[in-house]
Each structure stands twice: as structure tokens, then as C-alpha cells.
Nanobody, 120 residues
Framework: QVQLVESGGGLVQAGGSLRLSCVAS????????MGWYRQAPGKEREFVAV????????YYADSVKGRFTISRDNAKNTVYLQMNSLKPEDTAIYYC?????????????WGQGTQVTVSS
């Protein structure tokens, strides 16, 4: 079981940058693959980025590739999303996600979300 709390959202002009953070509770953070998702008004929640347990492997949605970077610091129980060259289309609520490793129950865990608004 893990609890997630996101922070770092805000209002920024197009071309600007933001760094989102997600802090996890517990002693088993390093056992979880971690991801970021986002949801814009009237749209379904969509995948943004994922990082494996060690941080050695990452994968991004095409819409953010080359602009966003996901990273993690297991010593701090934290995963980050560095967002550069922001566009108005990036406006959404951003959610942190964790999934139980195989054999742990298959549960999904979500944070409360943090709002990112990019103005033109």
C-alpha cells in the first residue's frame, strides 16, 4: 500500500517550465513502477510518462516526448516530472500513479492531482 501526494502545478505562459513532484508514503516505494497521467476538461485521462523501479528505463507519450522528463529519487520516495517548452495543449490536471508489482494484489494508487494551466 502506498499514498501519493502531488505538488508543483500552477499557471505559466507558453514556452515556460514547471517541475511536478509526487511524494509517496511507506518503505516499499522502490518496488513500484511509477507514472504520470493527465486529464483535460471533457477528455479522458491519458498517459504521459512512466519510469521503472530503478529509474533506468523511461517511456513517454508522443505528445510530450523531447519536452518532458520523468525521474525518481528512491531515497526521497519521490518521482518528478520536469516539463519544458509548455504549450496550451498541456493544460490539465496531472496525476501521479503507482501499480502493485506482480503478486502484490494488482491495485492502482493515485494522488489527488495538481492543476497545470498554460496560457497563450
Amino acid at each position: 500500500q502506498v499514498q501519493l501526494v502531488e505538488s508543483g502545478g500552477g499557471l505559466v505562459q507558453a514556452g515556460g517550465s514547471l517541475r511536478l513532484s509526487c511524494v509517496a508514503s511507506g518503505r516499499t516505494f522502490s518496488s513500484y513502477d511509477m507514472g504520470w497521467y493527465r486529464q483535460a476538461p471533457g477528455k479522458e485521462r491519458e498517459f504521459v510518462a512512466v519510469i521503472n523501479t530503478s529509474g533506468g528505463s523511461t517511456y513517454y507519450a508522443d505528445s510530450v516526448k523531447g519536452r518532458f522528463t520523468i525521474s525518481r529519487d528512491n531515497a526521497k520516495n519521490t518521482v518528478y516530472l520536469q516539463m519544458n517548452s509548455l504549450k496550451p495543449e498541456d493544460t490539465a490536471i496531472y496525476y501521479c500513479n503507482a501499480v502493485d508489482p506482480p503478486g502484490w494484489g494488482g491495485n492502482d494508487y493515485w494522488g489527488q492531482g495538481t492543476q497545470v494551466t498554460v496560457s497563450s
